[in-house]
């Protein structure tokens, strides 16, 4: 009996320690890390393993100079692209690629690499680089405990931003959205082959967003409304490029024929009206 109850006891213990084993997470030091951003046509993706700086030397030190690094920790980072990009002028066709980067106090040498299989950098072979290109590290004016990447957008296009400790670094990513709607507007509009009102008041639109050839965006803008004169898109577009042109009579006499659709509409568009009038006094003060 006495035995018995021995082995009843060790088996407890053991279950408790087992237990305690199971039930009991102790969180990463470098966390997985997702960043997810849709930039024009593109879909860009990173994953990465995001390694603190407590209170250590990180450059020159934890990280090496002029060695190839994993730019995280753990297995190697990874971006993914679902359609072709240029990064620094250089083009890297959709698909999954790691990134490594080589560290060094005047510059680093960025490289997009086909091999996502890698645990770090230990078998990196340069043979599998897709790109690589040199960038100028600047120092940060934000402290960054962990290892951070993040995605500036500008104009359908975006810029990448490596940051850990008190360096950072940053590179093009150039997607095809602009190229490809440039030829949309040339193949599909310009030359009036389309008949939507709406494909030439977005073209318009893009246009004058970009701030780039005003004067075809105006014709886009003219096909539109001759498509559609009852499109209420096309009028704010309208406006909106006179006024950018100080054309202000004009951008005047697109309210006033906007008011006109607003007003004979069964509808309730008294908000919309009292817009277009706000519109129509703060641009005839313009004049003077």
């Known amino acids: 009996m006495k035995n018995f109850i021995i082995s009843l006891s060790l088996v407890l213990i053991s279950f408790q320690i087992n237990g305690q084993e199971t039930d009991f997470n102790y969180p990463s030091f470098s966390p997985k890390g997702n960043i997810s951003q849709t930039v024009g046509n593109t879909l860009i993706e ?5 390694p ?47 990134i490594f980067t080589i560290p060094n106090l005047e510059e680093w040498i960025v490289i997009i690499n086909k091999d996502t299989s890698l645990y770090g950098s230990y078998n990196y072979d340069f043979k599998n680089d897709i790109a690589r290109f040199v960038v100028i590290p600047s120092e940060s004016s934000r402290f960054y405990e962990t290892l951070n990447f ?54 318009s639109g893009y246009l004058a967003y970009r701030g780039i050839d005003l004067a075809n965006a105006l014709k886009l803008a003219d ?20 006024e950018s042109l100080k054309l202000y009579d004009n951008a005047i006499k697109e309210i006033n024929q906007l008011l006109i659709i607003l007003k004979r509409n069964q509808e309730d568009r008294s908000t919309e009206i009292q817009k277009m009038e706000s519109e129509y006094e703060r641009i005839n003060k313009l004049k003077k």
């Open 46 to 50: 990173v994953e990465y393993e995001r």
């Open 52 to 98: 603190s700086v407590r209170k250590r030397k990180i450059f020159g030190e934890l990280v090496p100079w002029n060695k190839v690094w994993r730019t995280g920790a753990g297995n190697c980072t990874k971006i993914k692209f679902d359609k072709d990009v240029k990064i620094e002028g250089q083009k890297v066709p959709a698909g999954n690629y790691s």
């Open 150 to 203: 993040d995605i500036e957008l500008n104009q359908h296009n975006a810029r990448m931003y490596i940051s850990w400790a008190n360096i950072q670094i940053n590179f093009d990513i150039e997607t095809s959205t602009n190229e490809n709607i440039e030829k949309l507007i040339r193949e599909e509009l310009i030359s009036g082959k389309n008949k939507v009102s709406d494909n030439y008041a977005g073209a």
């Open 223 to 242: 096909k539109a409304k001759e498509l559609d004169q009852n499109n209420e898109w096309i009028y704010g577009i309208k406006i909106e490029i006179y």
